[in-house]
């Protein structure tokens, strides 16, 4: 393959779809999250390929038609790495989501740090490494995705296969008081340096990487300055870079524009009866702030009679690992919390708080961020949160105002335009939300307009491009899209 036609190589835990099974067979449907919404337009005609597990265990032979027929339509390959029940929890279920997640958010009080997790996250990264390999070129840039395959370059030096490869990691890099509690903390660290690239949401985060790195490799040091530096070890360097995700703006703010969004915007609006809407979006996780907030409502209703019967808090909790107790636990005491403020505060004609407990089609979505006053998104630490983004891209009239967490990784891009607000300060937060619904509609419009201007300006592509430039010194536009492609099928 010429180096001219080098082809960008996407490797994820999971495809940018989802096996569904329904009573006439296995259905393909496409996938939720940020880190598909960033990537898919990205690979579509550019020739790439992405490499994942279906999300099925064990899945059936008839699955790889449906595959094939999404690549022919997708304008990019897929290429699946099987694994079995057992594989899914230790190494998904269990590594990365009762460790790696909760410490990385700062929750380590969560975490179960059982070695046989370990031991399967190892066989599960070997096992992906090994579909790497097999799939891909010398000249393919590989770029490996968040904090389920940190072990992918470890992997596949140890095999002997070269390859230039970046790695970026969605959530947040804790500093080292908390990432030494891991118990594997030096073969974790020593896994990320033997990447090329590794990227992180915040300067902040790549911070913590190096201080952490410093503690259990004192001979690193670290060069350069501003978002990419070179770091340098006894016997190799890599970099480390902040490269802060985003968006397809113009794709949110069109959909927002729409005769048929516009619509159900009115209709929101009446059914709400022209009230000032507040609106939360979440996935269901006990990172996201969710019961916090609702505690806030409810102290601002109490604390600020004078907005009874005028607002309307509206959360979106989209569910997620609904088998795990803690996410049961946490649906629970969320509903619970909700019959709570709804039964202090409700008057014939006015329930204060809307809980939907569902995914809502993308259209809908973007009816309810352009319909919404305010967007409250308040988790309690978050690698970037793209609600925060979306929300913005969607306020065409500009008269929005985003309450943000100062513990997102957003903050750090928005903080001078959007109103930051600590998360576990519920009367901080009551207090702050009353301001900004009596806030005059110039001082909105000011602030709106320079919160899209930026997430405009920095959107996916360029995130995509930032990344690029700094692994391979190459562009997005390096990748060009083509009219024809054909795939080799294996």
């Given at each position: 393959?010429?180096?001219?036609?080098?082809?960008?190589?996407?490797?994820?835990?999971?495809?940018?779809?989802?096996?569904?099974?329904?009573?006439?067979?296995?259905?393909?449907?496409?996938?939720?999250?940020?880190?598909?919404?960033?990537m898919?337009?990205?690979?579509?005609?550019?020739?790439?390929?992405?490499?994942?597990?279906?999300?099925?265990?064990?899945?059936?032979?008839?699955?790889?038609?449906?595959?094939?027929?999404?690549?022919?339509?997708?304008?990019?390959?897929?290429?699946?790495?099987?694994?079995t029940?057992?594989?899914?929890?230790?190494?998904?279920?269990?590594?990365?989501?009762?460790?790696?997640?909760?410490?990385?958010?700062?929750?380590?009080?969560?975490?179960?740090?059982?070695?046989?997790?370990?031991?399967?996250?190892?066989?599960?990264?070997?096992?992906?490494?090994?579909?790497?390999?097999?799939?891909?070129?010398?000249?393919?840039?590989?770029?490996?995705?968040?904090?389920?395959?940190?072990?992918?370059?470890?992997?596949?030096?140890?095999?002997?296969?070269?390859?230039?490869?970046?790695?970026?990691?969605?959530?947040p890099f804790?500093?080292?008081?908390?990432?030494?509690?891991?118990?594997?903390?030096?073969?974790?660290?020593?896994?990320?340096?033997?990447?090329?690239?590794?990227?992180?949401?915040?300067?902040?985060?790549?911070?913590?990487?190096?201080?952490?790195?410093?503690?259990?490799m004192?001979?690193?040091?670290?060069?350069?300055?501003?978002?990419?530096?070179?770091?340098?070890?006894?016997?190799?360097?890599?970099?480390?870079?902040?490269?802060?995700?985003?968006?397809?703006?113009?794709?949110?703010?069109?959909?927002?524009?729409?005769?048929?969004?516009?619509?159900?915007?009115?209709?929101?609006?009446?059914?709400?009866?022209?009230?000032?809407?507040?609106?939360?979006?979440?996935?269901?996780?006990?990172?996201?702030?969710?019961?916090?907030?609702i505690?806030?409502?409810?102290?601002?209703?109490?604390?600020?009679?004078?907005?009874?019967?005028?607002?309307?808090?509206?959360?979106?909790?989209?569910?997620?690992?609904?088998?795990?107790?803690?996410?049961?636990?946490?649906?629970?005491?969320?509903e619970?919390?909700?019959?709570?403020?709804?039964?202090?505060?409700?008057v014939?004609?006015?329930?204060?708080?809307?809980?939907?407990?569902?995914?809502?089609?993308?259209?809908?979505?973007?009816?309810?961020?352009?319909?919404?006053?305010?967007?409250?998104?308040?988790?309690?630490?978050?690698?970037?949160?793209?609600?925060?983004?979306?929300?913005?891209?969607?306020?065409?009239?500009?008269?929005?105002?985003?309450?943000?967490?100062?513990?997102?990784?957003?903050?750090?891009q928005?903080?001078?335009?959007?109103?930051?607000?600590?998360?576990?300060?519920?009367?901080g937060?009551?207090?702050?939300?009353?301001?900004?619904?009596?806030?005059?509609?110039?001082?909105?419009?000011?602030?709106?307009?320079?919160?899209?201007?930026?997430?405009?300006?920095?959107?996916?592509?360029?995130?995509?491009?930032?990344?690029?430039?700094?692994?391979?010194?190459?562009?997005?536009?390096?990748?060009?899209?083509?009219?024809?492609?054909?795939?080799?099928?294996?």
């Amino acid at each position: 393959m010429e180096s001219s036609l080098q082809r960008l190589v996407v490797v994820s835990n999971r495809l940018p779809v989802a096996l569904k099974k329904e009573a006439d067979g296995w259905k393909l449907k496409q996938g939720s999250g940020g880190l598909v919404t960033a990537m898919a337009p990205v690979l579509k005609n550019r020739g790439g390929m992405w490499i994942g597990w279906s999300g099925a265990a064990e899945p059936e032979a008839d699955m790889e038609e449906l595959f094939s027929e999404f690549t022919e339509e997708a304008g990019y390959e897929l290429c699946t790495v099987p694994l079995t029940r057992e594989e899914v929890r230790g190494y998904y279920d269990g590594f990365s989501n009762e460790i790696i997640w909760p410490l990385f958010h700062d929750l380590q009080s969560l975490c179960r740090f059982h070695p046989r997790y370990w031991r399967t996250y190892l066989d599960v990264n070997f096992k992906f490494a090994e579909a790497v390999a097999r799939r891909s070129s010398p000249d393919d840039y590989i770029w490996i995705q968040d904090y389920h395959l940190m072990h992918q370059a470890f992997f596949l030096k140890s095999m002997g296969v070269r390859r230039n490869i970046g790695f970026f990691l969605h959530i947040p890099f804790p500093p080292p008081d908390i990432f030494m509690k891991l118990p594997w903390r030096a073969k974790l660290i020593q896994a990320l340096t033997e990447f090329d690239l590794v990227g992180f949401q915040t300067i902040q985060d790549r911070r913590n990487f190096t201080a952490c790195l410093h503690r259990l490799m004192p001979e690193a040091r670290v060069e350069g300055r501003g978002a990419v530096v070179t770091v340098n070890m006894s016997n190799r360097s890599f970099r480390a870079g902040a490269f802060p995700i985003s968006i397809d703006y113009a794709q949110f703010s069109e959909m927002a524009a729409r005769p048929d969004v516009v619509q159900k915007v009115f209709d929101l609006k009446e059914a709400l009866r022209h009230r000032k809407i507040i609106l939360g979006v979440d996935r269901m996780d006990y990172t996201k702030g969710i019961p916090e907030r609702i505690r806030s409502i409810q102290t601002m209703l109490r604390r600020y009679p004078d907005l009874m019967g005028k607002v309307n808090f509206v959360q979106i909790a989209v569910p997620s690992r609904e088998e795990v107790d803690e996410y049961k636990e946490l649906r629970t005491e969320i509903e619970q919390l909700v019959g709570r403020v709804n039964g202090e505060f409700s008057v014939p004609g006015w329930v204060p708080v809307h809980y939907h407990y569902r995914s809502l089609p993308h259209d809908e979505l973007v009816a309810y961020y352009a319909a919404a006053d305010v967007a409250l998104v308040t988790p309690l630490r978050d690698g970037m949160n793209l609600v925060a983004k979306e929300y913005c891209a969607c306020n065409n009239k500009g008269n929005g105002v985003l309450v943000l967490s100062e513990f997102a990784g957003a903050a750090a891009q928005l903080q001078r335009h959007a109103y930051l607000v600590n998360p576990y300060d519920v009367e901080g937060i009551a207090k702050a939300l009353h301001r900004v619904l009596y806030w005059p509609k110039e001082e909105r419009k000011a602030h709106m307009s320079k919160l899209r201007e930026q997430i405009r300006r920095n959107n996916i592509f360029r995130w995509v491009d930032s990344f690029l430039r700094a692994g391979i010194a190459k562009s997005l536009e390096d990748f060009p899209e083509v009219e024809t492609v054909h795939f080799n099928r294996v």
